[in-house]
């Protein structure tokens, strides 16, 4: 079982990968060799995995002695009831998930997830017991025009009244999947920006976008932040590991 309260956190944000079950255990497997290959030590780090819903049983079941929790991707807004296709938060708590990524930009964008879905998810997430990640960012047309305070001030203002943990991970839309991260001065600025409007709650902030083996480190290193949601990168385990290392 995981014990979630370590100073780094990170989260490996599968996304709709690998394509099949064996190739997601395969992943796992590889995980579990290169974690041990280079003696990452699991009780220093909050090691999350967000992998397809589908496979979370399975994973769950392969992981139990390890020292890593599970999310899912995303949850229903209502947590029971006749919504063909959807999974309750409830659901995903009683399969072994401890978390709940809530609002990933890919979400907000191809499936028109809205501020006011997003903070119903949140609470659904909270009343089944999982913590919510809450996923924020600008696009690259609002960072262009410098709208980046307003749209974040805009998607965390609901998060105000929620007075249980919950981690933000800040998100710029134009550095997710396209291999440039954007610049430390700039998380730090960010991460200052959101810890201030939360400063009296018991928040995480990770970044997430373009993570990788290269600026993980340097990223690791700044002060206010407490980790990292990886997407692309974490599909390839030995470059994981080197992220988590
Ligand atoms: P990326 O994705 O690491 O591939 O940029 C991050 C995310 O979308 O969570």
């Not at 290169?34 to 079941?61: M, R, V």
């Not at 089944?128 to 990640?133: M, N, Q």
């Not at 409007?197 to 373009?210: A, E, P, W």
Request: net charge neutral; hydrophobic share 40%.
């Amino acid at each position: 079982m995981s014990q979630y309260n370590k100073s780094k956190t990170i989260i490996a944000n599968w996304k709709m990968n690998p394509k099949s079950y064996s190739e997601a255990i395969n992943l796992l497997d590889a995980y579990i060799e290169n974690i041990n290959n280079n003696k990452i030590n699991l009780n220093n780090i909050n090691f999350i995995i967000a992998p397809p819903a589908i496979y979370l049983q399975a994973i769950f079941l392969k992981l139990q002695k390890f020292n890593i929790c599970l999310s899912a991707q995303n949850i229903c807004w209502e947590n029971q009831g006749a919504f063909t296709g959807e999974l309750s938060a409830s659901s995903f708590k009683s399969i072994g998930c401890e978390f709940a990524i809530i609002g990933h930009s890919e979400r907000r964008i191809y499936n028109k997830e809205i501020d006011e879905l997003i903070a119903k998810k949140c609470l659904v997430a909270i009343n089944a017991g999982l913590t919510p990640i809450v996923c924020v960012g600008e696009t690259k047309v609002e960072f262009d025009n410098q709208e980046t305070w307003r749209v974040l001030t805009r998607q965390l203002e609901f998060l105000k009244n929620i007075n249980t943990h919950f981690l933000v991970a800040y998100e710029p839309v134009w550095a997710i999947g396209t291999g440039v991260s954007a610049d430390l001065a700039y998380i730090a600025k960010i991460t200052d920006y959101i810890r201030d409007i939360f400063n009296s709650k018991n928040i995480k902030i990770l970044y997430g976008g373009s993570v990788n083996e290269v600026n993980a480190k340097e990223i690791f290193q700044l002060q206010n932040l407490d980790g990292a949601l990886v997407g692309g990168a974490s599909l390839d385990a030995e470059q994981f590991a080197k992220i988590c290392g």
